[in-house]
T-cell receptor, first 113, second 118 residues
Framework: GAGVSQSPRYKVAKRGQDVALRCDPISGHVSLFWYQQALGQGPEFLTY????????KSGLPSDRFFAERPEGSVSTLKIQRTQQEDSAVYLC???????????FGPGTRLTVL | AQKVTQAQTEISVVEKEDVTLDCVYE???????LFWYKQPPSGELVFLIR??????QNEISGRYSWNFQKSTSSFNFTITASQVVDSAVYFCALSEARASDSGYALNFGKGTSLLVTP
């Protein structure tokens, strides 16, 4: 596809469940980012990959959050033992090079009950 | 501390009015990038413009124009002759050279919600 895709678009989880969110970046884009967007706020940085290497995970809110990009293309954000405060929209973005404009996917809206 | 401030939370205008969305940023880097994104009700962030810190030329793209002033650390966005389809949340964002290890991650403002009524 031409743009960044994410799945699922919506996810409802019970507190304590594990979830996995998928991101397919634009083909050829080296850089991949995950952001978290709370209601009424701007997106906040979670983590960054250059190809398969996770170069920065300083924005991950706790050790329950884990991201990977094993082949330098598709990425998965995993949240273990979900909590209500994890409810947010999770956005994935990719760019050709790190300092270029980032193109965003439609996001995954996670609701933790 | 917030690196990007969008002081206007909500703006409401009538179609065909001009509207300016303010953005003030804070950085100690000499090399940085500024961006504007649009987030319509569908939720997907749409890239509008990227500017580097060495290029202060104003830019016009159709009904959109941007005014970058380093002296006031501002990067304002004007929509001329607004249309209903312009209704969205608009985000200003900053990425800094010091954040190169984080891929020049974007620091977003809180956004300005623009409502254009017929």
């Amino acid at each position: 596809g031409a743009g960044v895709s994410q799945s699922p678009r919506y996810k409802v989880a019970k507190r304590g469940q594990d979830v996995a969110l998928r991101c397919d970046p634009i083909s050829g884009h080296v850089s991949l980012f995950w952001y978290q967007q709370a209601l009424g706020q701007g997106p906040e940085f979670l983590t960054y990959f250059q190809n398969e290497a996770q170069l920065d995970k300083s924005g991950l809110p706790s050790d329950r959050f884990f991201a990977e990009r094993p082949e330098g293309s598709v990425s998965t954000l995993k949240i273990q033992r979900t909590q209500q405060e994890d409810s947010a929209v999770y956005l994935c973005a990719s760019s050709f090079r790190a300092y270029n404009e980032q193109f965003f996917g439609p996001g995954t809206r996670l609701t933790v009950l | 501390a917030q690196k990007v401030t969008q002081a206007q939370t909500e703006i409401s205008v009538v179609e065909k009015e001009d509207v300016t969305l303010d953005c003030v940023y804070e950085t100690r880097d000499t090399t940085y990038y500024l961006f504007w994104y649009k987030q319509p009700p569908s939720g997907e962030l749409v890239f509008l413009i990227r500017r580097n810190s060495f290029d202060e030329q104003n830019e016009i793209s159709g009904r959109y124009s941007w005014n970058f002033q380093k002296s006031t650390s501002s990067f304002n966005f004007t929509i001329t002759a607004s249309q209903v389809v312009d209704s969205a949340v608009y985000f200003c964002a900053l990425s800094e050279a010091r954040a190169s290890d984080s891929g020049y991650a974007l620091n977003f403002g809180k956004g300005t919600s623009l409502l254009v009524t017929p």
